[in-house]
């Protein structure tokens, strides 16, 4: 078994401009996914609504879902709460919250790199998943089917209880632009 940390608490903003820390969600599955307007990876999830519906179905069996936007102010996918908003209400997501990090804070704690990037904290605050959302690095929606679906394994076995079978894996995806 892989030695994956506790998770680093973090207390950033969302986009309604309110304070979230990773404490708050002690008790509950938490996912971040880190994300990013623009890039080709993120919307190969999101142009046939199946980030949206895999949003969906975890926060309907109690999951906390942070989308996070680690862009910093001038570069690709940075955006503000309004901003960050609108782009939930077009593409119909639905996380539990939209966490703004412009300085990178959350992203650097976690070591992301990547848009798309999944981590997955138990309900006692240890990373039992890092990394790819799944084994193809792709930006064609009719791969994900064919993809091994990493980061749904993990959170389906998190959720039934049973140990992550592939904990650790390689994230893909656009580089974070950081400031």
């Known amino acids: 078994s892989s030695d994956l940390q506790p998770a680093p608490n973090f207390s950033v903003t969302d986009s309604g401009d309110k304070m979230i820390s990773l404490a708050d969600y002690r008790g509950k599955l938490v996912v971040l996914e880190l994300t990013k307007e623009g890039c080709p990876f993120v919307q190969q ?6 980030m949206q519906a895999l949003q969906k179905e975890y926060t309907s069996k109690g999951v906390a879902w ?10 690709q996918g940075y955006a503000d709460g309004a901003r960050a908003d609108e782009l939930t209400q077009q593409r119909g ?12 804070t959350l992203g650097h704690l976690y070591h992301a790199q990547n848009t798309p990037q999944m981590f997955v904290i138990d309900a006692g605050g240890k990373l039992i998943y890092s990394g790819a959302i799944d084994s193809l690095p792709s930006t064609d929606p009719a791969d994900i089917v064919k993809a091994s679906p990493y980061f749904k394994t993990a959170l389906d076995q998190a959720l039934g209880g049973h140990a992550i079978s592939r904990p650790l ?5 656009c580089s974070i632009k950081y400031r």
């Open 45 to 50: 999830y999101y142009k046939q609504g199946n």
């Open 169 to 173: 894996t390689v994230p893909y995806g």
């Open 66 to 75: 942070l989308s996070v936007i680690s862009s910093a102010p001038g570069k």
């Open 93 to 104: 997501a639905k996380p539990t919250a939209v966490l703004l990090d412009p300085k990178g």
